[in-house]
């Protein structure tokens, strides 16, 4: 999906988005209707699902830290947004940031706990929902996440969100990518700032979006869409939704990408990820979740979400924090039959 650098309300704006869409989609699967060709983990039956030490999404080498979180409301003043009554408002952003944290670990996060600084400063990464929901959402994924040593932004859009007053609006979608750019420039100097509640947590140099369904396109066009591109993003992470107009492919030179897909997903048809695969430049991995479907690996369904937390932070940990051995955690954590396989070319 071609994100543009606009504004644009009202439901001759929505279709015409939706209209685009589909035509995407339809392209992209007559393109790419199997799974591209590379290098496969293999899912031989005597090899069981990886189980690793601490707790799950936490792989081998890492201390898990315990969670906390905090919630930023950041408004862009520079650029606005109509609600449903007919206001006109300055785009907000309500964003919940969970980052490594002082104590023990557990299974919760501790809204405002301090911060493990001296552990710092952590990769940041942005994670942007789907159409009709929130950021809570997706509260178990990126909690793991977190306890793997990184900050994870995730806002609640505008008017995508679940909570947009009148319900949500999908034709903002094409405003997101900006909203993502404003994100990490705020974050940063909350991070730099001597008292913001993020200073001394994040490393400038090392950046990554992801995503979920319209999350993930958002992402996409952050990443990769020449138009729209954030030169700081190092890697790309997306979930269910990784279509790229074919006008705007990924260059060499691009991001890292980590595609993760449904093969049953309804809402994402695989063909659209796959062909996004298949236009990016190396390196880039593909996780398909066998059988899956478009919103439950992420957020409620075992054992798949639990594989892609393992997968995501070792794809993390290998270009974001340039740990050569993730590599190998990656592939391992990959290798569960009958649930999920990988084609890599790194």
Do not use: C
């Amino acid at each position: 999906m071609t994100v543009a650098r606009q504004w644009v309300s009202g439901a001759a704006a929505g279709a015409a988005l939706a209209v685009s869409a589909v035509v995407g989609v339809i392209l992209l699967g007559r393109a790419a209707q199997q799974p591209p060709s590379g290098r496969v983990t293999p899912a031989a039956p005597r090899n069981p699902p990886v189980t690793l030490p601490g707790r799950a999404g936490t792989p081998r080498g890492h201390r898990p830290f315990a969670v906390g979180l905090r919630t930023l409301r950041l408004v862009d003043r520079s650029r606005r947004v109509r609600q449903a009554d007919g206001r006109v408002v300055a785009r907000t952003l309500v964003t919940e940031v969970r980052y490594p944290a002082l104590g023990a670990p557990s299974g919760a996060d501790a809204r405002g706990a301090p911060a493990a600084r001296a552990a710092g400063p952590f990769p940041l990464v942005v994670f942007g929902h789907g159409f009709g929901l929130l950021p809570r959402t997706y509260a178990l994924l990126l909690r793991a996440w977190a306890r793997a040593g990184f900050v994870v932004a995730a806002p609640a859009f505008p008017l995508e969100r679940a909570t947009a007053p009148g319900g949500p609006v999908e034709s903002d979608i094409v405003n997101q990518p900006g909203d993502v750019r404003f994100l990490i420039s705020a974050l940063l100097r909350d991070g730099a700032a001597a008292r913001g509640p993020l200073h001394g947590l994040l490393d400038p140099q090392e950046i990554a979006v992801g995503g979920h369904s319209d999350g993930a396109s958002t992402a996409s066009a952050v990443a990769y869409d020449r138009r729209e591109r954030d030169p700081r993003v190092r890697a790309a992470l997306l979930f269910s939704g990784a279509a790229i107009d074919g006008a705007f492919l990924p260059r060499h030179g691009s991001p890292p990408l980590l595609a993760v897909q449904g093969t049953a997903d309804a809402v994402h048809p695989p063909a659209g990820t796959y062909a996004a695969f298949a236009a990016a430049s190396r390196p880039k991995y593909l996780l398909r979740l066998l059988g899956a479907g478009h919103e439950d690996p992420y957020t409620i369904q075992l054992p798949q979400r639990r594989v892609v937390e393992r997968v995501a932070v070792a794809f993390l940990d290998r270009y974001l924090r340039h740990r050569p051995d993730a590599e190998r955690v990656l592939r391992a954590a990959a290798r569960a039959p009958g649930i999920a396989s990988l084609t890599a070319a790194p």
